[in-house]
Every structure is written in structure tokens, then in C-alpha cells.
């Protein structure tokens, strides 16, 4: 699953493909969602590509961190809807 929207960075690199790397939970305190952004989603399958066969790789991958209220309970697909409430992410559109 991942997020398709044009988010221009402050480097002016355009992103494209966005999906969530990982989601972590601080007891109590905070949950964090890493979201990799790519510049489209050939690079993200580059990318799933040169891991598979273990070959180097060319790619630009933006990795940010948002930390959220405290949310065990947070499963991949809500953190998706989550992020989209986020100014970048509005009106982003889910990829499957």
C-alpha cells in the first residue's frame, strides 16, 4: 500500500509514491510513523528489485518521521488514513 500525491520538498525535488516504513510506539508516550517518499513508483519497484537480487541501487528515497498521539492500537491501514489528514498528504490517493 502507499500514497500517490506530489509533495514538493524543500530541495525542490518532487516526491510522488509514499508509503510507511515502519511504525513505532513509545509506551505511553507517542507513536511515530516513518514514511519513505520516492519520485515515482518505478523507482520504489527498483528498489524492491535490486534488494531481491542483492544488487546496489540508484534511488532517492525522503524518509520523515511524524510523531502521533499514542496509539497501540495503530495498524498500517489506519496509519495510511491517519497520514493523510496531514497538510501534504491531503487529498492523496491510496495505492494498493
Do not use: C, Q, W
Amino acid at each position: 500500500m502507499a500514497l500517490i500525491k506530489n509533495v514538493t520538498l524543500n530541495s525542490g525535488i518532487v516526491t510522488k509514491y509514499h508509503r510507511i516504513v515502519s511504525i513505532n510506539h513509545i509506551i505511553n508516550k507517542t507513536t511515530i510513523i516513518e514514511v519513505a517518499s520516492y519520485i515515482s513508483e518505478d523507482k520504489r519497484l527498483e528498489e524492491i528489485s535490486a534488494l531481491e537480487k542483492g544488487e546496489s541501487m540508484n534511488i532517492f528515497i525522503n524518509s520523515k518521521y511524524y510523531n502521533t498521539e499514542y496509539n497501540p492500537n495503530l495498524t498500517p491501514e489506519s496509519a495510511y488514513e491517519l497520514i493523510k489528514t496531514f497538510p501534504e498528504f491531503k487529498s492523496a490517493k491510496n495505492e494498493i
